[in-house]
């Protein structure tokens, strides 16, 4: 082959060569132009879209604060664990496909410290995000509301994928004493029991707010670029209860159920002149900062929740429906003998026979026979008004969770003997909460103040419900319970008057009565010159060896009675009991 021809051939494949070269270089300048030009917003738009987020900036909840100003719940700042799994999972097979043993073993140390702050393996951690991206998932959590040192913890070990969010949780200062008047948020901090559900959309929770970062390859934020929506925080509310109050009361009731080995308890605490809950308290308790202690049975309130048989705390309501009707005075007088009564083919029976007894006498001595008969004449109409207007059979209104209305039929509806077992207490249902407020009506001078758990910064307008004079004649029937010779003399506070009525009634089942389960209440008020406190308190299924109010419940209502008229400095009305108290005390001081 001649010379020529190979350099001819040479030309030619150089200008092949170039030519291909040429159009190589003209299909990049055509796709950088076609990108640049054609596809620049497309692109922009997921540049942007993989760096460029909308993130939430959680609200604080709002306070919740007793009447004076201390804290029952505060949101507190906690961090939580989340992660992009696909990322995750890139970064994983990375790792495992790394072929310098250095680097493999340096982020298999990372993965491991990642799955030991999470308290799960790292294989679980692997399996648990291999199954988020199988669902499709670019969010999950992996650990909520973890602690400071968690954080730290997981924010060392630097893997792509795996952030940490700022969220609020919930504390609660006065643990068990106001689990169950202020409830709990869930792990979202949405209200889910007591207060926090009753007031969490439209006063507590807040309203997040949004913000637009740029965030790095490892999904870390590098930047902050605008505010998007400003998160408003929840409104501060101020309870009507008395921490103080509250805890004295819890500590004194929790004791009690104890001490006589019963399964239960309520108290309640309200203002007489305003309606207000000064103390609301159960036992068994919980502590809302253990979310293992939140169970359904524990946590709701049962003072509000759980209805139950009066008993003869009824009595009083009674002896005020005979004395409104007209047909009876305070000095009517009853015979009692022989100390039981004949209703169908029941028996009813008194602790043993008094005689002739007038309407105080009934009271004081809690005689089921005498107001059995007072309650036979009369009409079942009037009756029935007078335990209505007391809001037996209807919920109290304190828009707290689950209240119950309570049981009372109306006369249409009751048996043959269902108006006489209602004079002493049987037959209808009552919360702790409606007694309370029943007992406060009396207190009050027959005025019924609306019940409320909110601080209560102006005087509202009552209802009457019961002619003055009654009131303050079946209060001063009252008063005399708490005598000496009176059934509820344990529930006596030095230096104070108090008048109050105790009760103990049977636990029905199965469709009658278990007289070996009891329910041992007192329900009272105080000073009884100038009621300013009224409180119930109902203990079940005490099993050390009492069971009537008298023993059982009367102790805690004085202990707390007096407790809570010292605290607010209501003063003495009763000086004589107090200057036979101190007589009492220098006189044993001296003997020692």
Known sequence: MSTNRILQRAAGRRRFVMFVFACLGLAVLGRAAWLQIWQHGFLLGQAQARQHRVIEIPAHRGTIFDRNGEPLAVSTPIDTVWAVPGDVLKTYDAMQAATDPEARQAYQARWDALAEALSMSPSVLH???????????????????????VAEQVAAQHIPGVSLMREYARYYP???????????TNIDDKGTEGLELAYDRNWLAGQAGKRRIVRDLAAREIESLEIVQQAKPGKDLYLSVDRRLQYQAFRALDKAVKEEQASSGSLVLLDVQSGEVLAIVN??????????????????????????????????????????????????????????????????????????????????KSSNVGVIKVAQKLEPEQMWSVLDRFGFGRPPGSEFPGEVPGKLNHPTLWHSTEQTTLAYGYGLATSALQLTHAVAAIANGGVMQPVSFLKRDEPVQGERVLDESVARQVASMMESVVSKSGTGYRARVPGYRVAGKTGTSYKSHSGGYNEERYISLFAGFAPASAPRLAMVVVIHDPSAGQHYGGQVAAPVFSEVMGNALRVLGVKPDDWDSLAARVRDEVTLEDAL
């Open 174 to 184: 006065s643990s068990e004493a106001s689990a169950h008047i202020v409830g709990f």
């Open 283 to 364: 036992s068994p308790s919980y502590n809302p900062n253990n979310t293992a202690e939140r169970r359904s049975g524990v946590s709701r309130n049962r003072a509000v929740t759980d209805q139950f048989e009066p008993g003869s705390t009824m009595k009083p309501f009674t002896i005020a429906a005979a004395l409104e009707s007209g047909r009876f005075t305070p000095s009517d007088i009853i015979y009692t003998s022989p100390g039981y009564y004949k209703v169908g083919r029941y028996e009813i029976r008194d602790t043993r026979d008094y005689g002739w007894l007038d309407l105080r006498g009934i009271i004081k």
């Open 127 to 149: 399996e648990r995000v291999s199954q988020y991206q199988q669902q499709g998932r670019a969010f999950q959590y992996l650990r909520r509301h973890v602690t400071p040192a």
